[in-house]
């Protein structure tokens, strides 16, 4: 806790919170911010002329205040900044980019209130539940921190502790960020294509899922029963006795952060096994188990003197359909045969992708992705890149990845990037191998193939498809093509009779105009007031070339119906 984060400095952390003081706090972040937003569209707003440098600069700018920002505004901030990093397919990159630094360096809380809340939900003092306490927490995070304590039959444990006043907290703000979310969806800019509502349902439910410590617990259990016969793997038992909503009590199971790369190396662990094991583990957990940690940052997991892996913080959990690793691969196959439609078709059905009326654009965009960036071997391909890439389609488009996908991908990035700290050589691709190959094979011991020679095997059958069905395939593109240019066409059609019939109606707004004012004109002159008669004239002239104009237009608009 560095010396800059003085209790002080923090508004929001105290027991009892403001519901006004948040509203003004919170909805002068957003208006600061659609300020901001507008004023980067406007070019008369960069001194000396707008270029792309100096809007990169002010976008990079904007970041590192939200993140700021978001840590001044405090816990719900931290986490919603912190679910936001992972959504490269939502906001732009600079963001997402600042939002990943976001790390929840906020002071602890004292140990009078760690006494009160442990006295409160597990009805003992302190000192009648554990023989010994160490005041001073092991860490200390947004939502709450860890103490090292004992039990008074002997087991070491460390004890999870919640923030005081983090239930009310959590309710004031997601009220004000609801009335946010409707603002947003309701805006005519940004809530086009934009499913702001869903994606606060989507933060609500995890954030209050996070904080109950009982449904962590539960998690921590079936974790710890899927990797019970990996002796490579520790998960800390709960001690459900001294569990409540706010107090977590787990087996104490030190270890060394697996990015502390020196450390590990010093403690005479192998590196390069570490980060296999690492991949390994995840493998595991999304293809066999189907239930993921979904939050894999460096600090969650830890390696214990024997070499083996140990998780931490099972407060976001992933879940994934049996069917869903079928998808996967079939992705992966679309993507190793440079097959942008295959990559549609089984994103939809993982249900990463929501299929809009007009795919041809997204298509389209796949197909762009996959010939351009798929130019090195499947093998050594990075999943950051592959991801990067998916984003930078997603980004913009009507569309939107649900949060497990976007999980997933984060979590193989970052163990990707773990990976290669411990082991520059490190390939993820080469460990998920094995896993990828024994669900193709349907867990039936494949031959000598590899992977690669599977794919490749692939490959030349839809190849030699190719050669041998040429017809049926151009046939079959051009009636893709035509599917779509009918779209397309369709769509410039109805825009035209829309088009025509608001001039129509403009032009009916023009005649009724112009009569009034050729009537109005004539009784002024009739009445001697020929000046403003003449004005009146004038107007009804003006009015009447507009009314030329618009069915010269008119008339065009018909000939190319
Ligand atoms: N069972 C344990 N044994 C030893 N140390 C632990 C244990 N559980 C947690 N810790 C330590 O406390 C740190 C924080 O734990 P954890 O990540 O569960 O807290 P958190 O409040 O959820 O933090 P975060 O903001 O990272 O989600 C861990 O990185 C680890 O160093």
Redesign the pocket.
């Known amino acids: 806790m560095g010396k800059q984060y003085s209790e002080k400095a923090y508004r929001w952390n105290q027991e009892n919170y403001s519901r006004q003081r948040r509203f003004i706090d919170i909805w002068r972040f957003v208006l600061t911010l659609i300020t901001g937003l507008w004023l980067d569209g406007k070019p008369w707003s960069y001194r000396g002329g707008y270029t792309e440098q100096k809007h990169a600069y002010r976008r990079k700018t904007q970041a590192i205040w939200i993140r700021d920002t978001f840590l001044d505004l405090g816990p719900t901030f931290i986490k919603v900044g912190q679910l936001f990093s992972t959504r490269a397919d939502i906001f732009p990159s600079e963001y997402v980019e600042e939002l990943s630094k976001l790390q929840?360096r906020v002071p602890a809380f004292s140990y009078e209130q760690v006494e009160q809340i442990i006295q409160e939900d597990l009805g003992k003092p302190i000192k009648e539940l554990f023989s010994a306490f160490d005041p001073i927490p092991?860490?200390a995070?947004?939502?709450?921190?860890?103490h090292k304590a004992q039990l008074r039959s002997g087991e070491e444990v460390?004890i999870?502790i919640q923030r005081p006043g983090l239930k009310k907290l959590f309710t004031i703000d997601l009220k004000i960020l609801k009335g946010i979310a409707y603002y947003f969806q309701n805006h005519p800019d940004w809530g086009r294509g934009r499913d702001w509502s869903g994606i606060y349902e989507e933060c609500c439910r995890i954030l209050w899922e996070e904080i109950d410590y009982l449904n962590e617990g539960r998690n921590a259990d079936t974790f710890r029963r899927n990797f019970r016969s990996y002796d490579w793997v520790k998960v800390?038992r709960v001690y459900w006795r001294y569990t409540s909503s706010r107090v977590l009590t787990?087996?104490?199971?030190?270890?060394i952060?697996i990015s502390s790369y020196e450390a590990l190396e010093a403690a005479g662990l192998d590196r390069k096994l570490i980060a296999r094991l690492g991949a390994e583990a995840y493998l595991q957990q999304l293809l066999n188990d189907g239930f993921f940690h979904a939050?894999p940052?460096p600090?969650?997991i830890?390696v214990s003197h024997q070499g083996s892996l140990?998780f931490?913080?099972f407060?976001m959990m992933g879940q994934i359909k049996a069917n869903v690793r079928e998808q996967l691969m079939e992705t992966l196959f679309g993507i190793a045969q440079k097959d942008g439609d295959r990559v549609v078709t089984s994103l939809i059905e993982l249900g990463a992708l929501s299929p809009v009326s007009d795919m041809g654009p997204v298509r389209r965009s796949v197909q762009y992705m996959l010939d351009n960036f798929m130019d090195k071997p499947f093998e050594d391909q990075s999943i950051t890149n592959i991801s990067d890439d998916l984003y930078e389609i997603a980004y913009g488009q009507p569309f939107r990845f649900p949060a497990t996908f976007t999980f997933v991908m984060r979590a193989f990035s970052t163990l990707e990037g773990v990976g290669k700290g411990l082991d520059p050589e490190f390939n993820f691709m080469e460990v998920a191998k094995p896993f990828a190959l024994e669900i193709m094979t349907n867990g039936n011991t494949p031959d000598n193939n590899s992977f690669i020679n599977e794919l490749g095997r692939q490959a030349a059958q839809m190849s030699s498809t190719a050669l041998g069905l040429p017809q049926r395939i151009e046939s079959t593109i051009e009636k893709l093509e035509r599917g779509d240019l009918r779209i397309r066409v369709r769509s410039i059609e109805s825009d035209r009779v829309l088009r025509r019939l608001s001039g129509i109606q403009l032009g009916t707004n023009y005649t009724l105009l112009i009569s009034a004012f050729t009537l109005s004109a004539t009784i002024l002159f009739v009445n001697g007031n020929v000046l403003l008669a003449l004005v009146v004239v004038l107007v009804a002239t003006v009015l009447g070339f507009a009314l030329i104009r618009l069915l010269r237009r008119l008339d065009r608009f018909d000939r190319m119906l």
């Open positions: 929840d092991l860490a995070a947004s939502l709450g921190q860890v460390a999870k800390p787990l087996e104490f199971l030190p270890g952060k939050d940052h600090g969650n830890a140990i931490y913080d407060g």
